[in-house]
């Protein structure tokens, strides 16, 4: 509905604009530069109504209109020159563009901050990360809660992996923006390969951390880890007909739950990136 009344003010704006535009060619060369000035101020305050909203554009069209017909009046009154019709041409112009481009803006506005809302309900309600289909941070964090007190309950072992793409800035500049996409989703087909179905993946917030979270103690975390890098050494990805081999290198930290040191979700990602630290 919106959408239709921005289509229907512009084209009605844009008609009154041309018949303007029309009838200014056809005004007395007698009142060129009069009439060329009146142009000019239509066209800025169309601008300003644009962008400032009505009520500051009407305010510059009243003012303008208001010392324009003080001109045209002193010129009838105390020059003698008759009123011509071009005069009233412009009093009626200025208002009414002035309006309908305040209109439009104010329907464009109203659309743009529409759109900017749902982008930002949209990204805190999606979990999914677009270019690898795992869960997101968000999904993370809440799930890691989950597993945490399921941990406290069951006294069953949780432990988070924490695996890191190294050298991704030149991977992307080697392989494009699409070819660093696929080299992500790679890592993260590889990641769901080397663990078991109840274990959960995830991509973290900068876009090259992943996240595993498993119900085993370090030992069974130290074999996943191995397994990860046996089956992420190297990956072939096609670029412009051309097959690249990438080597693909992931820095691994690994920290396990424990009421007394590590009790809080937080805890553990920050015990799981130290351990990540001196991982070579």
Known sequence: MES???????????????????????FSKQYYFENLLMLSLTFALILLAYF???IVGLSASVIS?????????????IQGK???YHVYVWLMLLPLLTILSALVGAYIRSIQYENEKLKKDYSSYVTVDPKTGLGNVQVFFT????????????????TLLLVKL??????KNIAGNEGIEE???EVGHKLVESTRIEDCSYVLEDGKTFAILLFTDIKGAQIVKSRIR???KNFNLRNSNKVINIKIELKIGIAQYDDEEVSSAMALRKAAEKDMEYDV
Not at 4 to 26: C, E, T, W
């Open 52 to 54: 400032s909203g009505i």
């Open 82 to 84: 008759v009123i011509d």
């Open 230 to 232: 046996e089956s992420s």
């Open 143 to 158: 799930v890691l809660n989950q597993y945490i007190n399921l941990s406290k309950r069951t006294k069953l072992p949780l």
């Open 166 to 171: 190294m050298y991704f800035e030149d991977i």
């Open 4 to 26: 239709r009344r921005i289509d229907i003010l512009a084209i009605v704006m844009v008609l009154v604009m041309y018949i303007a535009i029309n009838i200014f060619s056809m």
């Open 183 to 185: 080299v992500l989703r």
């Open 65 to 77: 209109i208001f010392f324009y017909g003080s001109y045209v009046l002193y010129q009838n009154v």
